[in-house]
């Protein structure tokens, strides 16, 4: 069906080889490093001079106009997370490293060896998995599973980024003011708090949940400008995208970020959302589907129509985004150039046409001068229109590449869950674990798989209603578009005597 | 204004050093023998894959598939128009050169060798001129000099080829069918014979009427039905051409082409033809016009500025053509290309819809599927449009630029004859002509100044006809074609579901 893409990393390159042993390695750590965040980092090959400005590159470089020391009032509070509790390393570590290796990786060490994914042995294994003091419903409806969604909704207006700044104007930084519409109070928020903001969520739902990376931070090279304002837009379609999810807008992180009163309360919730421990697979255990048990062979079909489904479309986006970026290109570039030439041969020929000391052709020269000149004009429309239609569709796509660079990840924690239970008979003859111990297995990795099926409804659903409108946007554009063009030929036909 | 298109010959590189003694040479033949006629072979720069097929390439080569012998029932018909009276060289040359070298060049030795324009020296010097038995009126009307327009006009429908044979069938050769729409009488004639009218017109008419090349007679290469169509309509407009003048379509040799009734008319109207003395520069002695004479200056003036016209012309013919011809490629080629791609990475998005298996989602496939089929639609009108509108465009164009490339020789001949007159002061102060034979000069170049003024009339009232006619062609297709597309793209738009 489509070509594949081929950027530099590409998250289904490890899942496609569907080894049960992906997610199990020998450094404990899990797969390759590059596994999870990386993969989200995907630039998206637009950064062209004719191309839609760049998307995320790369995590924010340590040492920019923002101090972060002054963000980590406690070092230790990051200690948890790692092995080593060197707490300046950490700091420096969680510096530089926020997003290239994932936190998913650096989460606490496991018991047992064969288990990578923070917290799958303790989520599957553990006699009794705490009552958590927050629950996440799973309802089954007409659809099938499905996450409980509020009654009451609210969206987030991200507001022009403005220069804020501290130890009286020795350091400035880029703040964002945030208004969620159902308080109507603003909040700011620095690039790196949504730096941290995705963290959290990434290593608090990331198993469960596709949290789609941020827009680039750092605006490097031409078209600042328009990148500015790419960027901007593309804050929002993600703080939107964070509204619209019934369990992230729900979570006390999210809520937090966006409705804190004061510093003390910032760093007060910062701390208690860096030392939850119910992160990771461990996300799970707060689930708890108003459903039958489902078994292991219905688990892993879904599981892989999941894989499936997510890996097919992200080659229809890609292919869709590639074919998008070189029209893109023929639009703003060659082709107005070449109506350009046409309506500047025509005023020429109509200038030559001028000298002739012919009388009665006035007004043959001037409909031929306004002919070149229309096509002028329609070289401007052509040039400009991409960012009245493509560019919406691209952004789509773009969102959406985002949401399924996620699923390789949560896709491997399932196949791992469900390896380990299909391990399970062994250990169960060997008197490892006991019956129970495998029971309570299936009941868990039933409650991934309702989550899973959940989520896939969520998403689907947020599919269908984007792309109806996206490609519905982008025909409306273009029906204007051509129909404007022909009117202003028929505007110059207009002009032409008739003889 | 505009850049000029380097053509392999370029009528202009040789009038544009506007020495005087262009038409002046050592040889006694006149200029580069490579000036009128190859002059007017200049191929169009047309002949790539996606380009519009090949205009004129050269003059047809001896040894087709017709039999040129039997045509020269007398070889030395041909001979008063060589130094060499061997006939069957002359018979050879104007077979192999029937255009390579103009016939003009070859025409009767001059007495004097400073003359190189075959009969300018007679034209100019002759104590009387023979009364010609054919007389070319020229009226001073609105718009200045004209030729007169007869008061019934005809045209000539040219038929598609058919084979004939010859000699039980051991030869055959291709026929072309000509109808004169006043006497619904159809002549056939060969291609061959076409050049052979070619040839009498150039000759008896080219010193004063752009006659321009006739199409290429082979059809080489790919595309050979298109060629074919190509050069069938081009012939067409040729003849069409040839009927549209006032002196050309009254001419004897274009009557009898047309006319003739048996072989024997044929061949004897053959031979009349080719012994026509009143050729080259003598035609103008059968032009009176019905005028006031014309002083020097005057003259000159009105010749220099139809050389500038016609220069300029032909830069900003060439320019529509090099950016048509681009404009075509874009159209049949990369445009298309990319609309088709649109179309089937929308139909693949589509298909990965499908497998979802979420329900409710039926509408919006079937109408991203529609959505994409409508674009590859779309890629087959923008790859047939150039057909509708860009290829009439450039036939005028195409035809235009056969004129103009006519003018460095008509302007040449001018020129040299002015020149003749300048130095004609000096000829009467040393007793070589009396101040009579200068004054019947001066009357002689002011006739041919009226029949260029006569001509270029002709020529503009044409001009403004046909470029309105082409233009308002172009732009009426052109928003048709946007039209179209819109109203394709409403369609699909339709089928999409309100959310």
Not at 222 to 244: D, G, H, P, S, Y
Not at 336 to 358: D, H, N, R, W
């Amino acid at each position: 069906m489509a070509t594949k893409v081929s950027s530099g990393n590409d998250p289904w390159s490890a899942w496609s080889s569907s080894k049960s042993g992906n997610w199990d390695s020998t450094d404990g750590w899990g797969a390759k490093p590059e596994g999870a965040a990386a993969q989200r980092n995907t630039s998206n090959n637009w950064d062209t001079a004719f191309g839609h400005p760049q998307a995320y590159q790369g995590p924010a470089t340590a040492g920019d106009d923002d101090d972060w020391d002054e963000d980590w009032d406690d070092p230790k509070a990051a200690a948890p997370y790692f092995k080593d509790s060197e707490a300046a390393e950490a700091g420096a570590a969680q510096r530089g490293n926020s997003r290239a290796g994932s936190s998913s990786m650096k989460l606490p060490l496991n018991k047992f060896p064969g288990f990578a994914k923070p917290g799958m042995e303790q989520y599957l294994l553990a006699k009794q998995l705490a009552k958590p003091k927050e629950k996440i419903p799973i309802i089954v409806g007409d659809y099938g599973p499905m996450w409980v969604y509020p009654t009451s909704t609210f969206d987030c207006v991200v507001a022009d980024p403005r220069k804020g700044s501290k130890m009286y104007g020795l350091k400035s930084y880029i703040e964002y003011q945030l208004t969620p519409t159902n308080t109507n109070r603003s909040v700011n928020h620095r690039y790196k708090h949504f730096d941290w903001l995705y963290e959290r969520l990434l290593v608090k739902f990331g198993s469960a949940i596709p949290i789609p990376s941020l827009p680039d931070k750092q605006v490097t090279g031409r078209f600042e400008e328009e990148f500015i304002k790419m960027r901007m837009e593309r804050l929002q379609a993600w703080v939107t995208r964070m509204c619209r999810h019934p369990v992230i807008s729900e979570s006390e992180v999210f809520q937090q970020f966006l409705n804190f009163r004061d510093e003390k309360e910032w760093k007060t919730g910062k701390r208690k959302a860096e030392k939850d421990e119910l992160v990771g697979v461990m996300i799970f255990s707060t689930m708890e589907p108003e459903a039958p048990d489902l078994d292991l062979l219905e688990i892993e079909q879904k599981c892989d129509a999941v894989g499936k489904f997510t890996k097919a479309m992200d080659d229809g986006v890609k292919e869709l985004l590639t074919v998008g970026q070189e029209h893109w290109k023929r639009c703003t570039g060659p082709l107005p150039k070449e109506y350009q030439k046409i309506g500047k041969a025509l005023q020429s020929l109509a200038t030559v046409f001028s000298s002739s000391g012919y009388q009665g052709e006035t007004d043959l020269n001037a409909a031929i001068t306004e002919a070149g000149k229309t096509y002028e004009e329609i070289a401007g429309l052509v040039a400009e229109q991409p960012k009245k239609d493509l560019h919406f569709l691209m952004e789509c796509n773009h969102e959406y590449k985002g949401f399924l660079g996620c699923f390789p990840d949560i896709i491997g924690a399932h196949k791992a869950a469900i390896e380990k239970v299909k391990e399970s008979d062994k250990l169960v003859a060997t008197s490892k674990i006991t019956p129970q111990d495998k029971q309570n297995m299936v009941k868990r990795v039933g409650t991934m798989s309702y989550a899973l099926q959940a989520e896939m409804n969520h998403f689907h659903s947020n599919r269908i209603y984007d792309y109806n409108s996206v490609i519905r946007l982008y025909l409306e554009q273009q029906v204007q578009f051509y129909e404007t063009i022909a009117e202003k030929l028929r505007q110059a036909l207009g002009r032409f005597p008739v003889m």
